[in-house]
């Protein structure tokens, strides 16, 4: 069996071209990947790349990884990518091909700053100075981070909004991080929803009024912003699908 064909059985993304020949360049230099997925009309994919991959503090905070960029429609991204929904996405693999950190959605240099540190941190690497509270990363191949290009992503999909509020340092909003949206039930109730998480009192949550005054709260909204509901303190799954059949009453 050779080299190629023994990378098809490890759960990576393996694909022909630049991707193939970094992850093979990771594997052989024991560098980390960041793979960086965007689509042709993508407009925050565009976005992220001239503000937040060109700013220097993320260009010095990522250059002790391999980084590539991969098209979401690309025949080969298709074959060997893991399943991509949003676009920007992006990746960040250990040199033995472990996906460490699934970033959805576009983020400043601030808010992405804090991903780059979270994953050298997980792969052992000196972190940068960027990290001001811990990054939560639940089920993070399903969250978004950004409310616009979660609005953006809804609208192109018909599907509405589901925006977490959370506060790292709350013992509830870890509850329900760890029980109610990591039910089957949960999960499946909210397939036509973008899931989107945002931290209590930060820029983003400002942004767009999301001010609660309990953390975890949970707005449920239509893809244009307009209301459907709001559940205000935590709620484990049961009680939670209460709140998602009544948010899908009102759409």
Same mark, same amino acid.
């Given at each position: 069996m050779n080299k190629i064909t023994l990378f $098809? #059985? $490890?759960?990576?993304?393996?694909?022909?071209?630049?991707l193939k020949n970094t992850l093979l360049k990771s594997k052989r230099e024991h560098? @980390?990947?960041m793979v960086y997925v965007k689509a042709e009309h993508c407009r925050y994919?565009?976005?992220? /790349? /001239? +503000? +937040?991959?060109s700013d220097a503090t993320v260009k010095e905070n990522i250059k002790d990884f391999l980084f590539v960029v991969a098209d979401k429609n690309s025949k080969e991204a298709k074959k060997y990518l893991p399943s991509v929904r949003y676009t920007p996405t992006v990746y960040f693999i250990s040199p033995k091909f472990k996906v460490v950190n699934t970033v959805k959605g576009y983020l400043g240099k601030d808010d992405f700053?804090?991903?780059?540190?979270?994953?050298k941190a997980k792969l052992g690497m000196k972190s940068g100075t960027h990290?001001? +509270? !811990?990054?939560? !990363? +639940? /089920?993070?191949d399903v969250w978004m981070y950004d409310v616009e290009s979660a609005k953006d992503y809804a609208r192109q999909t018909g599907k509405q909004l589901m925006i977490y509020v959370d506060k790292e340092s709350s013992k509830w909003s870890k509850k329900m991080r760890k029980e109610t949206f990591t039910s089957d039930k949960v999960e499946k109730a909210l397939s036509n929803f973008v899931w989107v998480k945002v931290q209590k009192d930060s820029a983003e949550a400002q942004r767009y009024g999301l001010n609660p005054k309990y953390a975890p709260s949970v707005?449920?909204?239509?893809?244009?912003?307009t209301a459907l509901a709001t559940a205000e303190g935590y #709620?484990? @799954? /049961?009680?939670?699908?209460k709140w998602i059949k009544y948010a899908k009453s009102k759409i």
């Open positions: $098809l #059985f $490890l759960p990576v993304i393996m694909v022909a071209g630049d560098k @980390p990947v994919c565009a976005k992220m /790349k /001239k +503000t +937040t991959l700053n804090l991903w780059i540190d979270d994953s990290v001001a +509270t !811990t990054v939560s !990363t +639940t /089920k993070s707005y449920f909204m239509r893809a244009d912003g #709620f484990g @799954p /049961k009680n939670f699908l």
